[in-house]
């Protein structure tokens, strides 16, 4: 919840959030002690590097800042914590959220287009609901 309000405030997702659950989520898919991914390893390792590099690539065309590097970051360690298939619920949760929220925020004239909204909230929020409503 702490990136949620950094990254709201400040526009980063500080490494001091993000990183540390990359080694930890890891270990806990090694071991087999993580009851998120359910014994795909595989799942958890693919997703969590094709997911953040393939929105990256596809945030490109849109401007630096589009997708930041705190968001890449913060999807390797969900994607290693919740697998395949939360990460991948997860990610249409949030991204749903980000189009009803900013689609909000457009017709009520509170954004414009070319408004700056963090997208690691949404992130985190999709992340969130993936694990309690497909728990």
């Not at 929105?55 to 800042?65: E, K, N, T």
């Amino acid at each position: 919840m702490a990136g949620f309000a950094i990254d709201l405030d400040q526009r980063l997702l500080p490494d001091e959030l993000t990183i540390p659950v990359v080694p930890l989520a890891l270990l806990l898919d090694v071991t087999g002690h993580n009851p998120l991914v359910g014994g795909s390893l595989l799942g958890a390792l693919l997703v969590a590097a094709i997911v953040p590099i393939g929105l990256y690539l596809l945030s490109i065309p849109f401007g630096a800042g589009a997708f930041g590097i705190g968001d890449v970051k913060l999807l390797v360690g969900v994607g290693l914590m919740t697998g395949l298939t939360r990460t991948v619920a997860g990610l249409l949760a949030g991204l749903l959220a980000a189009g009803l929220v900013l689609a909000a925020l457009l017709a009520t004239r509170r954004i414009g287009r070319r408004t700056y909204v963090p997208f690691g909230p949404f992130l985190i929020f999709g992340a969130l609901w993936s694990i309690f409503v497909n728990g």
